[in-house]
Each structure stands twice: as C-alpha cells, then as structure tokens.
Nanobody
C-alpha cells in the first residue's frame, strides 16, 4: 500500500558529509511523523532523528549538532543531512513513516535501508 524508497547512502571519509533521502508513495492520505533509524552490525536498531508534520524534531544525543532532519510535505519526502561524520556512524540507515492511509487507517512503514560507511 505504501512504499518508502531511500537513497543517498555510500562510503564517506571521516569529517565528510552525506545526504539521505526517503520518498513515500502509495495510498497515502497524509504522512504524519517521519524518521531515520540506524542499525550497526551486532547492535539493535536505534533512533537517529524524527520530524513531525509541524517540523518539530528529535535527535539522538550522538548526532546532535552534526545531523539535520528535514521534510518536504508536498513530496512526502524526508531528508537526513549528515555532516562531520564519524566511523561510529557506520550503519544501515532505515527510513520510517507514520502514515494515515486513504482508507483512514494508520500504519507505520519502513524503508529497505541504505548503507552508510564512514572510513578513510
């Protein structure tokens, strides 16, 4: 019913920048909160940042001041600008969207994940 397509991952050097994008499409009435999570090998998935429809954001302490989440409501797209990246930012990054469907039921969806590797 709803697809989340992520892009923008890759290999980046420590101190560099990367921008992730996630576009939602399908039987969407409106997209509520959107967010980014990450999962490193052997670790649990953790919150990176979220943003609601009013633009209110929440960040993990580990990325505050370095990452910025934003969204384009007209395009149902969320972005994650990653600056001053560190090797510990290496993980698979997953997009999440809380969606109110055309049928008026509410569901949460995940993207397929995009790999970010920080290494020199």
């Amino acid at each position: 019913q709803v697809q989340l397509v992520e892009s923008g991952g890759g290999l980046v050097q420590p101190g560099g920048s990367l921008r992730l994008s996630c576009a939602a499409s399908g039987s969407i009435f409106t997209v509520l909160a959107m967010g980014w999570y990450r999962q490193a090998p052997g670790k649990q998935r953790e919150l990176v940042a979220t943003i609601n429809t009013d633009g209110i954001t929440i960040y993990a302490d580990s990325v505050k001041g370095r990452f910025t989440i934003s969204r384009d409501n007209a395009k149902n797209t969320v972005y994650l600008q990653m600056n001053l990246v560190k090797p510990e930012d290496t993980a698979a990054y997953y997009c999440n969207a809380d969606v109110l469907l055309v049928a008026m039921n509410r569901r949460s969806y995940w993207g397929q994940g995009t790999q970010v590797t920080v290494s020199s």
